[in-house]
T-cell receptor
């Protein structure tokens, strides 16, 4: 049973470029959330996708956009990269939308993005 | 707005001893969930334990227990019989319940080092 997978594992970009990160949820999961974790900080919620729609969004600018495909996999796109976008980007998946009880999200290993 | 505070940047413990990692939270929600995650150097967030705001019993999962004091708004993690493999970052997180949303709000984390 495959867990959450993310690609690529590492990425180096320069300021102003665009980047696409990919996530495949755990088998059987249909909801995907993305988080940004800057060095020395806890993860910050970017957005959540369910049924191919963005359902909830954190305090991130429109440069951050996403997509969910019919097979539940997801992409995170960041345009006009800034130095401050350097971080670990984590994807998390779960089954269903309701957030109740101990049924929690499973996280992938993340993509480490460095913007020069 | 929800907020998680972890005041211990780093903790040291000897193998086989118990350690308590502190977490306090702030929320105006009546229904919420509290989580602890472990993040090894590989980056993946590993779910450890969950406590619902209406749960009367403190949660336990193997060597992990959550000391939930609702009136004090604290949710400390207790790790018994520490092992070398417990060395990692530990994050406390909160989720608003019963809304259909999956946003987790994380603290800044505590780095635990277990020595032989």
């Amino acid at each position: 049973d495959a867990g959450v997978t993310q690609s690529p594992t590492h990425l180096i970009k320069t300021r102003g470029q665009q980047v696409t990160l990919r996530c495949s949820p755990k088998s059987g999961h249909d909801t995907v959330s993305w988080y940004q974790q800057a060095l020395g900080q806890g993860p910050q919620f970017i957005f959540q996708y369910y049924e191919e729609e963005e359902r909830q969004r954190g305090n991130f600018p429109d440069r951050f956009s996403g997509h969910q495909f019919p097979n539940y996999s997801s992409e995170l796109n960041v345009n006009a990269l800034l130095l401050g976008d350097s971080a670990l980007y984590l994807c998390a998946s779960r089954l269903g939308l309701a957030g109740e009880g101990g049924e929690t999200q499973y996280f992938g290993p993340g993509t480490r993005l460095l913007v020069l | 707005a929800q907020k998680i505070t972890q005041t211990q940047p780093g903790m040291f413990v000897q193998e086989k001893e118990a350690v308590t990692l502190d977490c306090t939270y702030d929320t105006s929600d009546q229904s919420y969930g509290l989580f602890w995650y472990k993040q090894p150097s590989s980056g993946e967030m590993i779910f450890l334990i969950y406590q619902g705001s209406y749960d009367e019993q403190n949660a336990t999962e193997g060597r992990y227990s959550l000391n939930f004091q609702k009136a004090r708004k604290s949710a400390n993690l207790v790790i018994s019989a520490s092992q070398l493999g417990d060395s990692a970052m530990y994050f406390c997180a909160m989720r608003e319940e019963n809304t259909g949303f999956q946003k987790l709000v994380f603290g800044t984390g505590t780095r635990l080092l277990v020595s032989p």
